[in-house]
């Protein structure tokens, strides 16, 4: 049984700093590409950062460029989400997905239906 767990939401300040972390279990984790999603009220989920099987290759969407990192430890069969100077238009439910991987350790899927395991999400919030 396939399990992704996130950790590490939470309410924070303007500018602040919050690292997501994604526990992943029962799958071939370096086989997987692996991704952070998330989900505002009333706004369709959408793909923010993923890297690769490999952890060579990372996307960051623009919204976060800058500003979030994405990392893999395959020995952890984890990810992480650096997230630094957050704004009041990040809060969220952000959850972590895994892609198999369809061309190798360097890939990176873009396709929400290629994913096809998911965490429960972890909730962020930014107020002053």
């Known amino acids: 049984q396939v399990q992704l767990v996130e950790s590490g939401g939470g309410l924070v300040q303007p500018g602040e700093s919050l690292r997501l972390s994604c526990a992943a279990a029962?799958?071939?984790?370096?086989?997987?590409?692996m991704a952070w999603f998330r989900q505002a009220p009333g706004k369709e989920r959408g793909l923010l950062a993923s890297i690769s099987p490999s952890g060579e290759n990372t996307y960051v969407a623009d919204a976060a460029k800058g500003r979030f990192n994405i990392t893999r430890d395959n020995r952890m069969n984890s990810i992480s989400l650096q997230m630094e100077r957050l704004r009041l238009e990040d809060p969220a439910i952000y959850s972590c997905a895994a892609a198999p991987s369809y061309s190798g350790s360097h890939y990176i899927s873009f396709i929400l239906s290629e994913y096809h395991y998911w965490g429960q999400g972890t909730q962020v919030t930014v107020s002053s």
């Open positions: 029962g799958l071939a984790f370096g086989s997987y590409a």
